[in-house]
């Protein structure tokens, strides 16, 4: 099941999208009665996805990111992958949803993309054990991990550099069906104005999702609508303001926005 988040009428809801996108007008909402991260029903009441305005498909307390989990992404930036997974922050507040805009952050001039497979949390959990991982899973979304690489490289915490405002794009929705196995193994791009700029498959993160889980909940709780961000395979680049970045997984959908100036 498609999971998505969105608004009609000044108003907030879940959904499941259902149909299909190779017809125009073919997806539509089946609006679910509560939240998706306890026992809930579909309404029934059907609205054409055209008609809403996605929005973040979860509101995450926190957004656990992981850096360097691609060899030749690491390699790419003269990086190490380092021996046992390295999480950092992105806020809430860095979080929007699929057609929302970028700003380009006033302090840098060197802003890159990072596609990135996000997990999304059903459950509150601590110290997971691997084989209890899929049960705290509620799907999966595709991410941008959007990175001022210049102040990452000037600064030792990536706090800025990794959590400004509109850096963290999530959507277009969470895909319910994959297993542990699929997700594991799914194709991902970044296009920047149609051009191919990131290829890779999530086969070939250094610690799979499982890993990540364990690491993670080692040291902190996770909430119902968390999100972690498994790293992102080579080819990461320059946006510019008026590009339009397109991240897209096989399976779960494609997140696109647009890069504005700051108003
Ligand atoms: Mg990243």
Not at 31 to 44: H, T
Not at 73 to 85: I, K, Q, T
Not at 124 to 147: F, H, Q, S, W
Not at 154 to 181: H, N, V, Y
Request: proline share 7%; glycine share 10%; charged share 20%.
């Amino acid at each position: 099941m498609r999971i998505a988040r969105f608004s009609i009428d000044g108003n907030v809801a879940f959904g499941a999208v259902e149909g299909t996108e190779t017809v125009p007008d073919g997806l539509v909402i089946d609006i679910i009665k509560g939240v998706p991260f306890a026992d809930f029903e579909l309404s029934g009441t059907k609205v054409p996805l055209s008609k809403v305005r996605l929005l973040p498909p979860v509101l995450p307390s926190k957004v656990v990111a992981i850096g360097r989990n691609y060899a030749a992404h690491a390699a790419e930036l003269g990086n190490e992958v380092p021996d046992s997974p390295w999480a950092f922050f992105k806020p809430s507040t860095s979080v929007i949803g699929p057609g929302d805009p970028i700003v380009y952050p006033s302090f840098s001039s060197e802003v890159h993309h990072e596609a990135e497979l996000a997990v999304v949390i059903g459950r509150m959990c601590r110290e997971v054990p691997r084989e209890r991982v899929k049960d705290v899973i509620l799907g999966y979304t595709c991410a941008n991990d959007v990175t001022a690489r210049d102040t990452q490289r000037a600064e030792k915490q990536w706090a800025r550099a990794k959590g400004f405002d509109s850096s963290c794009p999530l959507g277009p929705w969470i895909e319910t069906g994959l297993d542990l196995a699929a997700a594991s193994d799914l194709a991902i791009t970044a296009t920047v104005n149609g051009e191919l700029r990131q290829a890779g498959r999530t086969s070939e993160m250094v610690n799979g999702i499982e890993a990540l889980i364990v690491s993670i909940t080692e040291a902190m709780t996770l909430l119902p609508g968390d999100v972690v961000l498994t790293g992102t395979p080579a080819g990461v680049g320059p946006l510019n303001v008026g590009d339009e970045v397109a991240v897209s997984i096989e399976g779960i959908g494609t997140l696109t926005n647009k890069v504005i100036k700051r108003g």
